[in-house]
């Protein structure tokens, strides 16, 4: 059976479709696969971490989200889809039945987002794994034969749309802005571009990824990879949390100095000037929470991630939601987070539009799935590229306060672009 994608704007019911979620039994050899070997060359999604979460493969429906109203267009398409298929789940837990995968642009214009609906999906969480398929009546779509990744080859890397001095220079202006009171944080982004010789297998890089970073949620949707460590917001019933990430140091050699790293983490907790970053991050996240939510529980100092190629001040929040909004709600009234963008925020929009020569695309936005009773995972787009048939566009940003300085910006930028680099030329 054939089900054709559902362009933006038009019809969204899955009339006729059921979906169907089923217990995968502990003796099946799937209950014990990693997600990530599961999944097929083609159109697949994904969003793993610590060997839980969902990976999919072919296409029951597709969406495309663009302007301001990207997310509330979002949300009413799902529900509109959601209300034509008929539901059989014997698993019932979040991310069983119809579940979607989104990927959202960092800002209304001139983005594009977009929804997936995979027609196969297999996911775990703790003491369960389960598929859930969407296809007619009579009968269930069947797995497909898997191919071991392909690793990318001839990899060449060209700047991107700003070169080191001119994104420095601008890093300079903004700090300049910064410093006369015009704002409090901007958060600069950059790119790179990688070129391969043939076809790139997403597969390859989302292994390479989960297989460094295991702390972060690895994620694909719609060609946009990547392995994130901030988590925007999780609904599970009523309670909500949500992960801030602002403030970064570089880790030592890959060899790994444990004094050295413990030495710059008591430095970066001690540091005015990312606490400060960080704190506008944390601010701007408990204060859109506030609005849903109430019981908040907000860590007055941060602690310190450690992934291997940096260390990041962070802070875990939660709350108890107040008003039944789903995570797709949550994650449209959390973006943009002063951890993307800055403070106040429209005037940190308007910096970025003006600084970085660049449309961020999905970079910098939510990234994640929901279910059709609103619990689901977002991620923010960070550690990222845009895969095209033989070329990447890879992404690092860097929030600019009072006493940042183009060189430590330049340098915190390359840490964060080392996650892709390492994944697409990974050491032998």
């Given at each position: 059976m054939r089900v054709q994608p559902i362009p933006s704007g038009g019809a969204a019911r899955a009339a006729g479709l059921v979906v169907r979620t089923r217990r995968i039994p502990e003796t099946d050899a799937m209950a014990t696969t990693r997600l990530l070997e599961l999944l097929p060359a083609g159109d697949t999604v994904a969003w793993v971490r610590g060997g839980q979460g969902l990976v999919g493969w072919g296409e029951a429906a597709r969406a495309v989200f663009r302007g301001p109203e990207r997310f509330s267009r979002a949300m009413s398409w799902w529900q509109e889809w959601i209300a034509g298929a008929e539901v059989r789940d014997e698993v019932r837990v979040p991310g069983t039945g119809p579940v979607a995968l989104g990927s959202f642009a960092f800002d209304q214009d001139p983005g594009t987002s977009l929804v997936i609906v995979p027609r196969v999906l297999v996911g775990r969480r703790p003491g369960v794994t389960w598929m859930t398929t969407i296809g007619g009546p009579d009968g269930e779509a069947a797995l497909p034969e898997r191919s071991a990744p392909q690793p990318p080859s001839g990899v060449v890397w060209r700047e991107g749309t700003l070169s080191e001095d001119d994104w420095g220079r601008a890093v300079s202006r903004i700090v300049a802005r910064i410093e006369a009171g015009e704002l409090d944080k901007a958060v600069l982004a950059r790119d790179l571009v990688a070129e391969v010789e043939g076809p790139l297998d997403e597969r390859f890089l989302l292994e390479q990824l989960h297989l460094d970073y295991p702390q972060c949620w690895t994620f694909q949707v719609g060609g946009l990879v990547g392995a994130t460590p901030e988590l925007l917001v999780r609904?599970?019933?009523?309670?909500?949390?949500?992960?801030?990430?602002?403030?970064?140091?570089?880790?030592?050699?890959?060899?790994?100095?444990?004094?050295?790293?413990?030495?710059?983490a008591a430095a970066l907790l001690a540091s005015d000037k990312d606490?400060?970053?960080?704190?506008?991050?944390?601010?701007?996240v408990a204060d859109s929470l506030a609005t849903h939510c109430t019981d908040l529980v907000v860590p007055t100092r941060p602690g310190v991630l450690r992934l291997a190629n940096v260390q990041h001040l962070v802070t875990d929040i939660s709350a108890t939601l107040a008003d039944g909004g789903s995570a797709l709600a949550l994650a449209a009234a959390l973006h943009p987070t002063a951890a993307v963008c800055g403070t106040p925020t429209e005037r940190a929009l308007a910096v970025i539009r003006s600084s970085e020569g660049m449309d961020r695309g999905r970079y910098g936005g939510p990234v994640g799935w929901f279910d059709m009773h609103g619990d689901g995972e977002f991620g923010i787009a960070l550690r990222c590229g845009e895969v095209g048939r033989?070329?990447?566009?890879?992404?690092?940003?860097c929030g600019l306060v009072a006493g940042s300085t183009p060189e430590a910006e330049l340098a915190e930028s390359a840490a964060k672009f080392a996650a892709m680099r390492s994944a697409l030329s990974p050491a032998p």
């Open positions: 609904r599970e019933g009523s309670r909500v949390t949500s992960r801030v990430l602002a403030g970064t140091v570089r880790r030592s050699a890959p060899t790994g100095d444990a004094w050295a790293d413990d030495a710059a606490l400060n970053e960080h704190a506008y991050a944390v601010a701007s033989n070329r990447v566009r890879i992404f690092a940003g």
